[in-house]
Protein backbone atom coordinates (compact mmCIF):
# COMPACT_ATOMS: atom_id res chain seq x y z
CA UNK A 1 0.00 0.00 0.00
CA UNK A 2 1.15 3.86 -0.69
CA UNK A 3 2.79 5.26 2.45
CA UNK A 4 2.80 8.81 0.91
CA UNK A 5 1.68 10.92 3.78
CA UNK A 6 0.78 14.57 2.71
CA UNK A 7 0.26 18.07 4.73
CA UNK A 8 1.35 17.35 8.10
CA UNK A 9 3.04 20.18 8.41
CA UNK A 10 1.43 23.06 10.42
CA UNK A 11 1.93 25.39 8.03
CA UNK A 12 -1.69 25.53 7.70
CA UNK A 13 -2.16 26.76 11.20
CA UNK A 14 0.34 29.60 10.60
CA UNK A 15 -1.55 30.48 7.29
CA UNK A 16 -4.86 31.22 9.58
CA UNK A 17 -3.18 32.87 12.48
CA UNK A 18 -1.87 35.59 9.39
CA UNK A 19 -5.03 36.04 8.48
CA UNK A 20 -7.25 36.05 11.34
CA UNK A 21 -8.05 39.43 10.97
CA UNK A 22 -9.77 39.07 7.44
CA UNK A 23 -11.37 35.46 8.49
CA UNK A 24 -13.35 37.63 11.06
CA UNK A 25 -14.97 39.79 8.42
CA UNK A 26 -17.09 37.03 6.87
CA UNK A 27 -17.59 33.47 6.14
CA UNK A 28 -16.95 33.91 2.42
CA UNK A 29 -13.81 34.73 3.34
CA UNK A 30 -13.27 31.88 5.33
CA UNK A 31 -13.96 29.66 2.65
CA UNK A 32 -11.41 31.35 0.23
CA UNK A 33 -8.74 30.74 2.83
CA UNK A 34 -9.85 27.24 3.24
CA UNK A 35 -9.55 26.69 -0.23
CA UNK A 36 -6.18 28.52 -1.10
CA UNK A 37 -4.81 26.25 1.58
CA UNK A 38 -4.75 22.97 -1.14
CA UNK A 39 -2.06 25.19 -3.01
CA UNK A 40 0.26 25.75 0.63
CA UNK A 41 -0.11 22.19 0.84
CA UNK A 42 0.81 21.24 -2.93
CA UNK A 43 3.94 23.12 -2.83
CA UNK A 44 4.93 21.91 0.93
CA UNK A 45 4.28 18.26 -0.25
CA UNK A 46 7.78 17.74 -1.21
CA UNK A 47 9.74 19.15 2.13
CA UNK A 48 7.93 16.38 3.75
CA UNK A 49 8.48 13.51 1.71
CA UNK A 50 12.12 15.28 1.77
CA UNK A 51 11.76 14.88 5.42
CA UNK A 52 14.49 12.35 7.26
CA UNK A 53 13.28 11.43 10.75
CA UNK A 54 10.79 8.77 11.29
CA UNK A 55 9.93 9.45 14.78
CA UNK A 56 9.30 13.56 14.67
CA UNK A 57 7.21 12.39 11.47
CA UNK A 58 5.49 10.33 13.17
CA UNK A 59 4.44 12.16 15.98
CA UNK A 60 3.47 15.68 13.55
CA UNK A 61 0.98 13.48 11.09
CA UNK A 62 -2.08 13.19 13.59
CA UNK A 63 -1.40 17.18 13.98
CA UNK A 64 -1.50 17.40 10.49
CA UNK A 65 -4.74 14.96 10.10
CA UNK A 66 -7.10 17.29 12.83
CA UNK A 67 -6.13 20.49 10.52
CA UNK A 68 -6.83 18.55 7.53
CA UNK A 69 -10.58 17.33 8.62
CA UNK A 70 -11.14 20.93 10.17
CA UNK A 71 -9.86 21.97 6.83
CA UNK A 72 -12.96 19.98 5.75
CA UNK A 73 -15.39 21.14 7.21
CA UNK A 74 -15.11 24.44 5.59
CA UNK A 75 -14.51 23.11 2.29
CA UNK A 76 -15.96 19.00 1.96
CA UNK A 77 -15.25 19.59 -1.84
CA UNK A 78 -12.31 20.38 -2.16
CA UNK A 79 -10.39 17.93 -3.87
CA UNK A 80 -6.57 18.70 -3.31
CA UNK A 81 -7.77 18.66 0.35
CA UNK A 82 -9.62 15.25 0.25
CA UNK A 83 -6.08 13.71 -1.47
CA UNK A 84 -3.97 15.17 1.04
CA UNK A 85 -6.17 14.16 4.23
CA UNK A 86 -6.55 10.96 2.51
CA UNK A 87 -2.54 10.14 1.77
CA UNK A 88 -2.37 11.27 5.65
CA UNK A 89 -4.76 8.46 6.76
CA UNK A 90 -2.86 5.64 4.50
CA UNK A 91 0.73 6.87 5.66
CA UNK A 92 0.28 6.82 8.88
CA UNK A 93 -1.37 3.85 9.43
CA UNK A 94 0.90 2.18 6.76
CA UNK A 95 4.12 3.89 7.59
CA UNK A 96 3.53 3.66 11.95
CA UNK A 97 0.64 2.15 13.03
CA UNK A 98 1.57 -0.98 11.15
CA UNK A 99 5.07 -1.39 11.81
CA UNK A 100 3.75 -0.73 15.61
CA UNK A 101 1.25 -4.38 15.09
CA UNK A 102 4.14 -5.80 13.34
CA UNK A 103 6.17 -5.50 16.23
CA UNK A 104 3.20 -6.46 18.86
CA UNK A 105 2.67 -9.38 17.16
CA UNK A 106 6.07 -10.45 17.11
CA UNK A 107 5.82 -10.12 20.93
CA UNK A 108 3.26 -11.96 21.59
CA UNK A 109 0.95 -9.04 22.76
CA UNK A 110 -2.13 -9.31 22.31
CA UNK A 111 -3.62 -6.78 23.91
CA UNK A 112 -1.88 -4.17 21.83
CA UNK A 113 -2.65 -6.26 18.71
CA UNK A 114 -5.93 -5.99 19.09
CA UNK A 115 -5.68 -2.28 20.02
CA UNK A 116 -3.58 -1.11 16.87
CA UNK A 117 -5.45 -3.39 14.43
CA UNK A 118 -8.47 -1.09 15.87
CA UNK A 119 -6.86 2.13 15.30
CA UNK A 120 -5.51 0.78 11.43
CA UNK A 121 -8.77 -0.19 11.21
CA UNK A 122 -10.71 3.56 12.18
CA UNK A 123 -7.68 5.26 10.07
CA UNK A 124 -8.68 2.70 6.71
CA UNK A 125 -12.66 3.16 7.19
CA UNK A 126 -12.33 7.21 7.48
CA UNK A 127 -9.88 7.14 4.33
CA UNK A 128 -12.21 5.28 2.15
CA UNK A 129 -14.83 7.15 3.18
CA UNK A 130 -13.30 10.47 2.13
CA UNK A 131 -11.77 8.56 -1.24
CA UNK A 132 -15.78 7.59 -2.25
CA UNK A 133 -16.45 11.14 -1.69
CA UNK A 134 -13.89 12.31 -4.06
CA UNK A 135 -15.05 9.91 -6.46
CA UNK A 136 -18.75 11.23 -6.30
CA UNK A 137 -17.29 14.50 -6.97
CA UNK A 138 -15.83 13.07 -10.05
CA UNK A 139 -18.85 11.50 -11.88
CA UNK A 140 -22.09 10.74 -10.95
CA UNK A 141 -23.24 7.03 -10.81
CA UNK A 142 -20.44 6.05 -9.01
CA UNK A 143 -21.94 3.67 -6.62
CA UNK A 144 -24.54 1.70 -9.23
CA UNK A 145 -21.17 1.40 -11.15
CA UNK A 146 -19.62 -0.30 -7.79
CA UNK A 147 -23.25 -2.27 -7.46
CA UNK A 148 -22.76 -3.35 -11.26
CA UNK A 149 -19.45 -5.37 -10.18
CA UNK A 150 -16.31 -5.26 -12.27
CA UNK A 151 -17.27 -5.09 -15.79
CA UNK A 152 -19.51 -2.07 -15.11
CA UNK A 153 -16.99 -0.49 -13.17
CA UNK A 154 -14.23 -0.87 -15.42
CA UNK A 155 -16.84 1.03 -18.50
CA UNK A 156 -17.42 3.57 -15.77
CA UNK A 157 -13.86 3.95 -14.78
CA UNK A 158 -12.78 4.29 -18.52
CA UNK A 159 -15.56 6.73 -19.26
CA UNK A 160 -14.95 9.34 -16.55
CA UNK A 161 -11.18 9.05 -15.67
CA UNK A 162 -9.81 9.43 -19.42
CA UNK A 163 -6.33 11.64 -18.27
CA UNK A 164 -3.02 10.71 -17.15
CA UNK A 165 -3.09 13.33 -13.90
CA UNK A 166 -6.47 11.08 -13.03
CA UNK A 167 -3.74 8.29 -11.83
CA UNK A 168 -3.30 10.18 -8.41
CA UNK A 169 -7.08 9.60 -7.49
CA UNK A 170 -7.57 6.25 -8.41
CA UNK A 171 -4.16 5.07 -7.12
CA UNK A 172 -5.38 6.76 -3.33
CA UNK A 173 -9.22 5.41 -3.90
CA UNK A 174 -7.50 1.80 -4.52
CA UNK A 175 -5.13 1.94 -1.38
CA UNK A 176 -7.85 3.62 0.70
CA UNK A 177 -10.51 0.40 -0.47
CA UNK A 178 -7.91 -1.77 -0.34
CA UNK A 179 -6.76 -1.29 3.35
CA UNK A 180 -10.16 -1.14 4.49
CA UNK A 181 -10.95 -4.38 3.36
CA UNK A 182 -7.85 -6.60 4.55
CA UNK A 183 -8.99 -4.67 8.11
CA UNK A 184 -11.80 -6.26 7.89
CA UNK A 185 -11.35 -9.31 6.89
CA UNK A 186 -14.67 -10.44 9.51
CA UNK A 187 -16.34 -8.63 7.13
CA UNK A 188 -17.22 -11.02 3.78
CA UNK A 189 -18.68 -8.08 2.13
CA UNK A 190 -15.51 -6.28 2.23
CA UNK A 191 -13.73 -9.47 1.28
CA UNK A 192 -16.24 -9.77 -1.77
CA UNK A 193 -15.06 -6.19 -2.64
CA UNK A 194 -11.74 -6.78 -3.51
CA UNK A 195 -11.71 -7.68 -7.11
CA UNK A 196 -13.60 -3.91 -7.11
CA UNK A 197 -10.76 -2.21 -5.70
CA UNK A 198 -8.40 -4.37 -7.82
CA UNK A 199 -10.13 -2.57 -11.14
CA UNK A 200 -9.52 1.02 -9.86
CA UNK A 201 -5.63 0.05 -9.40
CA UNK A 202 -5.02 -1.31 -12.38
CA UNK A 203 -7.26 1.66 -13.99
CA UNK A 204 -4.85 4.35 -12.86
CA UNK A 205 -1.51 1.96 -13.54
CA UNK A 206 -2.90 2.05 -16.96
CA UNK A 207 -3.45 6.05 -17.23
CA UNK A 208 0.03 6.39 -15.69
CA UNK A 209 2.45 3.43 -14.55
CA UNK A 210 5.01 5.56 -13.47
CA UNK A 211 3.14 7.70 -10.70
CA UNK A 212 4.63 8.06 -7.58
CA UNK A 213 7.88 6.22 -8.09
CA UNK A 214 5.19 3.35 -9.73
CA UNK A 215 3.61 2.71 -6.81
CA UNK A 216 0.61 1.31 -8.29
CA UNK A 217 2.34 -0.96 -10.53
CA UNK A 218 4.53 -2.51 -7.53
CA UNK A 219 1.25 -3.16 -5.63
CA UNK A 220 -0.46 -5.08 -8.70
CA UNK A 221 3.12 -7.30 -8.09
CA UNK A 222 2.27 -7.72 -4.38
CA UNK A 223 -1.30 -8.65 -5.54
CA UNK A 224 0.15 -11.06 -8.56
CA UNK A 225 2.00 -12.99 -5.38
CA UNK A 226 -0.99 -13.20 -3.26
CA UNK A 227 -3.72 -14.20 -4.89
CA UNK A 228 -5.39 -17.52 -5.13
CA UNK A 229 -4.08 -18.93 -6.76
CA UNK A 230 -0.72 -16.67 -7.21
CA UNK A 231 0.27 -15.36 -10.38
CA UNK A 232 4.17 -16.15 -9.97
CA UNK A 233 5.39 -14.82 -13.21
CA UNK A 234 3.27 -11.84 -13.63
CA UNK A 235 4.35 -10.78 -10.24
CA UNK A 236 8.04 -11.27 -10.81
CA UNK A 237 7.83 -9.29 -14.20
CA UNK A 238 5.76 -6.70 -12.79
CA UNK A 239 8.33 -5.82 -9.87
CA UNK A 240 11.44 -6.38 -12.45
CA UNK A 241 9.60 -3.57 -14.27
CA UNK A 242 9.49 -1.28 -11.43
CA UNK A 243 13.32 -1.79 -9.61
CA UNK A 244 14.36 -1.06 -13.46
CA UNK A 245 12.19 1.76 -13.83
CA UNK A 246 12.75 3.33 -10.40
CA UNK A 247 16.33 2.58 -10.95
CA UNK A 248 16.45 0.81 -7.36
CA UNK A 249 15.91 3.43 -5.81
CA UNK A 250 12.51 3.49 -4.52
CA UNK A 251 13.31 0.85 -1.51
CA UNK A 252 9.96 -0.11 -0.16
CA UNK A 253 10.15 -2.19 -4.12
CA UNK A 254 12.82 -4.14 -2.74
CA UNK A 255 11.28 -4.71 0.82
CA UNK A 256 7.95 -5.81 -0.74
CA UNK A 257 9.36 -7.92 -3.17
CA UNK A 258 11.30 -9.83 -0.43
CA UNK A 259 8.56 -9.66 1.96
CA UNK A 260 5.63 -11.16 -0.69
CA UNK A 261 7.41 -12.37 -3.90
CA UNK A 262 10.20 -14.07 -2.04
CA UNK A 263 7.94 -15.53 0.65
CA UNK A 264 5.62 -16.44 -2.06
CA UNK A 265 8.51 -18.78 -3.57
CA UNK A 266 10.50 -20.07 -0.80
CA UNK A 267 13.40 -18.31 -1.57
CA UNK A 268 15.24 -17.57 1.59
CA UNK A 269 18.37 -16.13 -0.19
CA UNK A 270 16.39 -13.90 -2.28
CA UNK A 271 14.80 -12.77 0.33
CA UNK A 272 17.87 -11.68 2.43
CA UNK A 273 20.13 -10.33 -0.73
CA UNK A 274 16.85 -7.69 -1.47
CA UNK A 275 16.87 -7.00 2.15
CA UNK A 276 20.46 -6.67 2.35
CA UNK A 277 20.62 -3.88 -0.71
CA UNK A 278 17.71 -1.61 1.46
CA UNK A 279 19.87 -1.91 4.57
CA UNK A 280 23.07 -1.02 3.08
CA UNK A 281 21.46 1.53 0.68
CA UNK A 282 22.24 5.39 1.75
CA UNK A 283 20.15 8.29 0.84
CA UNK A 284 19.34 7.45 -3.10
CA UNK A 285 16.11 8.84 -3.55
CA UNK A 286 16.14 12.39 -1.59
CA UNK A 287 12.50 12.95 -3.40
CA UNK A 288 11.32 10.17 -1.08
CA UNK A 289 13.21 10.46 1.79
CA UNK A 290 10.87 9.70 4.10
CA UNK A 291 9.62 6.27 2.34
CA UNK A 292 12.96 4.75 2.46
CA UNK A 293 13.53 5.27 5.99
CA UNK A 294 10.23 3.48 6.59
CA UNK A 295 11.44 1.09 4.06
CA UNK A 296 14.66 0.36 5.56
CA UNK A 297 13.06 0.33 8.99
CA UNK A 298 11.25 -3.15 7.94
CA UNK A 299 14.06 -4.26 5.93
CA UNK A 300 16.14 -4.72 9.26
CA UNK A 301 13.43 -6.34 10.92
CA UNK A 302 12.73 -8.41 8.33
CA UNK A 303 16.33 -9.47 8.07
CA UNK A 304 16.26 -10.12 11.53
CA UNK A 305 13.12 -12.22 11.80
CA UNK A 306 13.49 -14.64 8.82
CA UNK A 307 12.03 -17.73 10.55
CA UNK A 308 8.60 -16.19 10.31
CA UNK A 309 8.64 -16.66 7.13
CA UNK A 310 10.57 -19.29 6.10
CA UNK A 311 9.97 -22.42 8.22
CA UNK A 312 13.29 -23.93 7.79
CA UNK A 313 15.37 -21.30 8.83
CA UNK A 314 15.91 -20.88 12.70
CA UNK A 315 15.73 -17.60 14.50
Same mark, same amino acid.
Given at each position: ????????????????????????????????????????????????????????????????????????????????????????? !?? #???? *??????????? &? $?? +?? @?????????? !?? #???? *??????????? &? $?? +?? @????????????????????????????????????????????????????????????????????????????????????????????????????????????????????????????????????????????????????????????????????????????
Amino acid at each position: MSLKAHGFLPLLLLLLLLLLPTLLVGCDTVKFAAEASGELFTRAQPGIEQFWDYETAGKAIPAGILQLEGVLRIVPDNERILIFTIGSY !LG #YGVG *WIEDRLERADV &A $DD +FE @EVLHLRGRAR !LM #YTRA *WELAKHMLRLR &A $DR +FD @EAIAGGTDTLAAWLETNFPERQDAEVLLLASQAWAANIIFNMHDMDAIADFPLAKVILERSVELDPTFYFMQGTMLLAVVASQQFPPDIEKSKALFDEVLAGTERRSLIVQVSMARYYAVAIGDYELFKKLLGEVVAAGDVLPEARLLNVIARRRAERYLHQPYLYFSDVEG
